[in-house]
């Protein structure tokens, strides 16, 4: 690859070292911060506070208020007044604070307000770090997934840190009453963060307000692939933020009848690792089946995984089945995400015309997969309500109507999306961003 500059064609090379190595620490804390807290959420609020269901779900939905005003809150700042790295500091600092008052709370009313505040503020800073990293790096193209993978890894790393380090060998209440700490540590890394992020390279405001060109946008949705895809990634994040609330309380469960202790985030971390192989072959697979195809073993796989949560309590199988097939159920979240989430957004950058690419990402990310996570908190605090008898560590749940509840919606992606959403991209979609 070359660029012109200055009317000399120069050879295009890779960045230094020391910015890959900068960029890489700042993906791992960036995603550290996250993986430290949210694998155990749910279930500390629901064990450790005694929230009820609806309660679960409306902390769940606390954290997902973020994604829908980062765009026109923080992006604001960012594009026209202040450095991103300055954004970032501010934003993980004051957010580190919150955390560690979050992790001091014990009523619903301030756990939720906290954990709203704190979703505007840690939500943007996960874009900004990607933004920040495209300004700087010479080849993004070869270099940026090397960068994210270390934040993958850091989302990964907290569960070890804390379960076979803070919480081992606890168990029970002690346990319940422990696992505030994953909270302190992400508060106490996030304010590390900040602190980095002052040390980052300077990356100017662009200084001028970014076009949304809504009309040409809503046009597109007269476009049947558009239309399904929106339609259907809405139901896919209810049923992904759905298996968020209730995943850890499940595994508790599962747990607690084994006498295992804290394994939850360890467990859950499979998810993650299963998503780095499919991330690494994301682009092959695409090629050899195409956009539909990919995204239907992305849905399939959402659905395979409420069934086989659902079977373990529905089958009354023994601890070391029903862990075996809880924890292949979530070794799927690799396939979940990366075959549908991921697929969706490059499938709307490969259709959006180049001038409108921006806002199309936007409706797709913001008002498509946020409003769904944020809907779907509500949703699975219903069911789970409906499907729950007492509360905190007493609660009594039927695990295979809550994940049948899941199962059913999932069908309802796969046929729709099944049924119709293109094979092959139309000409015309060929052609949108020509």
Same mark, same amino acid.
């Given at each position: ?20 190595? +900068? ?77 560690? $008052? ?39 193209? $070869? ?29 029970? %209440? ?7 700490? %994953? ?9 590390? $963060? ?7 390279? !300077? ?36 049923? !992904? ?15 607690? +009848? ?74 799927? !979240? ?90 092959? $991209? ?5 052609? %949108?961003?020509?």
């Amino acid at each position: 690859m070359t660029k012109a500059q200055d009317g000399v064609v120069l050879a295009e090379t890779g960045s230094t070292g020391s910015l890959l190595g +900068r960029l890489s620490v700042m993906m791992f804390l960036q995603y550290f911060v996250q993986g430290a807290y949210l694998p155990i959420a749910s279930v500390y609020v629901e064990r450790s506070l005694g929230f009820t269901p609806m309660q679960v779900g409306l902390f769940i939905s606390a954290l997902a208020v973020g994604p829908i005003l980062a765009p026109f809150v923080v992006g604001q700042l960012v594009d026209r007044w202040f450095a991103t790295e300055r954004v970032m500091a501010v934003c993980h600092i004051v957010g580190g604070i919150l955390m560690l $008052m979050l992790a001091r709370q014990t009523q619903a009313g301030p756990v939720i307000l906290l954990g709203t505040i704190y979703s505007i503020l840690y939500v943007p800073t996960m874009m900004l770090s990607n933004s920040l990293a495209f300004q700087h790096l010479r080849n993004s193209d $070869m270099e940026f997934p090397w960068i994210r993978l270390f934040g993958t890894l850091g989302y990964i790393v907290p569960a070890y840190v804390i379960e076979f380090w803070w919480l081992r060998g606890l168990d029970g %209440a002690a346990l319940d009453r422990a696992r505030a700490i %994953a909270f302190v540590l992400s508060g106490v890394v996030g304010i590390g $963060m900040g602190l980095y992020c002052l040390s980052l390279p !300077h990356t100017p405001p662009v200084g001028k307000k970014r076009g949304y060109a809504p009309g040409i946008v809503l046009a597109l949705l007269k476009r049947r692939d558009f239309l399904v895809l929106v339609v259907v990634s809405f139901l896919i994040a209810i049923v !992904h933020q759905f298996v968020i609330a209730w995943y850890s309380p499940f595994m508790r469960e599962i747990l607690d +009848r084994g006498g295992w202790g804290a394994w939850e985030q360890t467990i859950s971390s499979v998810g993650q690792v299963c998503e780095i192989g499919v991330l690494a072959i994301l682009g092959l697979l695409i090629k050899r089946l195409g956009f539909k195809c990919t995204m239907l073993l992305g849905a399939t796989a959402y659905l395979l995984r409420c069934v086989l949560f659902s079977l373990v309590f529905l089958c009354d199988l023994p601890f070391a089945a029903g862990l075996m097939l809880a924890a292949t159920g979530q070794a799927l !979240h690799g396939v979940c995400f990366g075959c549908f989430m991921a697929v969706g957004y490059m499938y709307v950058d490969k259709v959006a015309p180049p001038d409108v690419r921006g806002s199309m990402q936007t409706v797709y990310g913001v008002l498509v997969l946020s409003l769904g996570f944020f809907v779907g908190g509500f949703v699975s605090g219903a069911i789970g309500d409906h499907f729950t008898s007492g509360v905190g560590a007493e609660a009594v749940h039927n695990w295979s109507g809550i994940w049948l509840s899941c199962t059913a919606l999932s069908v309802v992606c796969l046929v729709l999306f099944a049924a119709f959403f293109p094979r092959e $991209m139309s000409g015309e979609s060929e052609t %949108a961003g020509s």
